[in-house]
């Protein structure tokens, strides 16, 4: 008997060599096939009537074949099989070229439908046929009718798949359990699992094949929606240390900042600090333009939790942020009675009031000893926070006395498993986290990927922030943009120049017209800018290579950095003034706005200039969108619009169909479908009233690894 879980082999008509093939589009199991849904429809449902056709026009028509005949060409290189074919009203020549095999399995008195186009030439009338199927017992399978097309590879075409479904679908269907409780079905006026099964393959018309699709469109999200409302109340189940407002500290703090906290960075703060009053873990994501001042808010927070003797842990994706972080919090900081570590891959750093405003290096173990013990108040660094015992450790893991408070920087840069190891219970407990993004996230994004998490926003940049002038630069203009970019070198300023690529791959026919480091590099010191200092930087490089070409940018020792876009995130130079990217058709919106965010970062008027060779209308709305928008929120709605969701942390990756993925655009949509998920869960968290829902929920979670 055949069920979801039957390897796709033993499904009949298919075998070892096809379920190959299948695998190529991972489909291993009959259940993968079922689920493997349309790209879009042809509607081939409007059979005309032969006498009705019309010259140039593409055409479906249906008759018997009153004569067939094979010739070939003159000069004997081509086959041409003529057929015509007669219905109550009229007959029509049909003609395919160089498909022999047709007058083999086509006869007289065959009945088929055939789609093509009435052409003429030299005023000899005949429709030129694309494709044909045999009509048995009066219907066809793929002709006459709305016809799914599927996502292709070699040797599986939407015929052999809509042709292994024909056989299989109503068997499997008739056992498949309705996952959605029915008064979801109802309020939302979806159509149940079975009949949305059958009409997403075989729609009876366009309109079933789209209520098909709003169903799937719906479950998807519903499922996402339904596992953050899950997760958000199983994590008010857990406990943390409940950590009061020390209000005369935080006062101090605030009162000490050399500069005035914006409105929306004081808001923050506060509803940080009020999660972390509660008995349950706080689970906040803390989001906010490049300089819109997130780490100051953090730094608020963690001064709060350690005088309430807890302790706080930061984890950044790289260790030039991690050095970052550790000079703003020593800058911050260094006033208090508070010790601060960073511990990365390769350097483990101190500081103490006992060294006079100063750090020292000291060993793993040191470092590790001083945590545990609680000496510690305060440890930033990498993912080598979370790594395995090492040599460098003595093979131990890092152990904290007693842990209040994890940040996590960037944090859809780090897995599941990453931030599970970090807010490991301690003590029964588990620490208060707070994530930081500076990818803003469209709102209808937030409502579903990050749903468990609480929100806050900082829109509001700080004060006396110069904006950076942003230019869509032609190729003609291109010595023009060099010319200014030595003027402002000449006024003592640095260039950031970003390319695509590392080097040129001979494999991609886009590779002489993409610009890649290495070819630029050359291109500018040996023929733009000859009497200037300048290097380059990319992924391949060693770590300590990487450092070292930053520290001499930022100690101005060369003039023009050309990089990949290792420099989205985390580099910080004040004097460079300029950003010239090549190729920025190749980028989304995000993370150009990425790249623009690392100039403006001084007193000095700072420019972006953007290089493109595409003349493609959805490249000119982006680019233009950037010269427009200085604001990283509406440009993540505009990048949603153009570019869809799937560009977001990895939202391609899960592998739902492409119009739910359309769908997570639609933020009122979206929201109605969270309120019924809410609602579900607050009613029944563990789900007991729905077991099909929750077993469908979890195979959900687990194949689109949800956070």
């Known amino acids: 008997m055949l069920t ?24 291993n199991t009959l259940g993968d096939l079922i689920f493997y849904f349309p790209k879009y429809y042809q509607d081939y449902s409007n059979i005309r009537n032969i006498a009705d056709v019309k010259i140039n026009e593409e055409i479906c028509v249906k008759g018997k074949i009153i004569d067939i005949e094979e010739e070939k060409s003159w000069k004997k290189k081509m086959t041409i099989t003529k057929a015509v074919i007669q219905d109550e009203t009229a007959a029509v020549q049909i003609v395919w070229f160089n498909q022999s095999y047709i007058a083999k399995n086509l006869k007289k008195g065959d009945e088929i439908i055939a789609v093509g186009k009435m052409v003429i030439s030299k ?27 599927y996502g292709e590879t070699r040797g599986v075409t939407s015929r052999w798949i809509r042709y292994i479904l024909s056989a299989t679908i109503n068997q499997i269907t008739s056992r498949l359990p309705e996952t959605l409780p029915d008064e979801v079905i109802k309020k939302h006026d979806l159509l149940p699992l079975k009949e949305a099964v059958h009409q997403i393959h075989f729609p009876a018309s366009l309109e079933m094949a789209e209520k098909a699709q709003m169903r799937f469109c719906f479950e998807n999200i519903f499922m996402i929606t339904l596992f953050s409302a899950k997760k958000k109340i199983e994590n008010e189940q857990e406990t943390a240390p409940a950590i009061p407002i020390n209000e005369v500290a935080v006062k101090r703090f605030l009162d000490n900042l050399p500069f005035d906290m914006t409105k929306d960075q004081e808001k923050s703060g506060w509803q940080v600090l009020k999660d972390m009053t509660k008995s349950y873990p706080m ?68 500081y103490s009031k006992k060294l006079k405003s100063d750090t020292i290096e000291i060993s793993r173990t040191k470092m590790m000893e001083k945590t545990e013990n609680g000496e510690i108040d305060i440890l930033i660094g990498t993912h080598a926070l979370i790594a395995p015992g090492t040599k460098k450790s003595k093979g131990a893991r890092i152990l904290f006395n007693n842990l209040g408070l994890v940040v996590v920087d960037e944090q859809h840069r780090f897995g599941v498993k990453q931030r599970a190891s970090l807010c490991k219970k301690q003590k029964d407990k588990i620490p208060h986290l707070l994530s930081m993004t500076a990818t803003p996230i469209p709102r209808s994004l937030a409502l579903t990927i990050w749903g468990d998490l609480d929100l806050s926003t900082i829109l509001e940049m700080p004060k006396g922030r110069k904006t950076i002038i942003t230019e869509i630069v032609t190729e003609l203009e291109r010595q023009k943009t060099y010319n200014f970019i030595r003027k402002e070198i000449e006024k003592g300023r640095q260039i950031f120049v970003i390319c695509p690529r590392i080097e040129a791959n001979e494999k991609e026919n886009l590779a002489a017209e993409m610009k890649n480091v290495k070819d630029e590099y050359e291109r500018l010191s040996e023929r733009i800018f000859p009497d200037l200092k300048i290097e380059m930087l990319h992924g391949k490089m060693t770590p300590k290579e990487k450092e070292k070409i930053m520290k001499d940018f930022k100690l101005k020792k060369f003039n023009i950095l050309v990089s990949t876009s290792v420099i989205e995130v985390g580099i910080d130079i004040p004097n460079a003034s300029v950003i010239m990217i090549e190729g920025a058709d190749r980028f989304g919106l995000a993370q150009l706005h990425q790249f623009r965010g690392r100039v403006g970062r001084g007193e000095h008027q700072s420019y972006c200039f953007l290089f493109t060779d595409s003349n493609s209308k959805k490249t000119g709305q982006r680019l233009q969108a950037m010269k427009k928008y200085d604001s990283g929120f509406k440009l993540s709605e505009m990048d949603l619009k153009i570019r869809g969701p799937g560009d977001f942390f990895g939202v391609k990756q899960w592998g739902i169909p492409d119009f739910a993925m359309n769908a997570l655009k639609d933020a009122k949509k979206i929201e109605e479908i969270k309120e019924t998920a809410d609602e579900i869960i607050e009613d029944d968290p563990s789900l007991k009233k729905y077991p099909n829902l929750k077993k469908r929920l979890e195979v959900f979670a687990e194949k689109i690894h949800l956070e």
Request: hydrophobic share 40%.
């Open 4 to 27: 979801f879980s039957t390897p796709i082999a033993e499904v009949p008509r298919i075998g070892p060599i096809h379920a190959k093939r299948f695998k190529n589009l991972k489909i």
């Open 123 to 149: 005023n000899y009338l005949y429709m030129s046929s694309t494709s044909f199927e045999k009509v048995n017992e009066g219907e066809g399978l793929h002709l006459g009718k709305v016809s799914a097309v």
């Open 283 to 350: 689970n906040r994501l803390l989001q906010g333009d490049v300089g819109s001042g997130k780490t100051v808010v953090s730094v608020m927070a963690a001064i709060n939790t350690i005088k309430n003797k807890s302790q706080v842990v930061l984890m950044a994706p790289t260790e030039i942020l991690a050095k970052q972080h550790f000079k703003t919090f020593f800058e911050l900081l260094k006033d208090y009675n508070i010790n601060i570590g960073l511990l990365t891959g390769k350097e483990d750093k101190y």
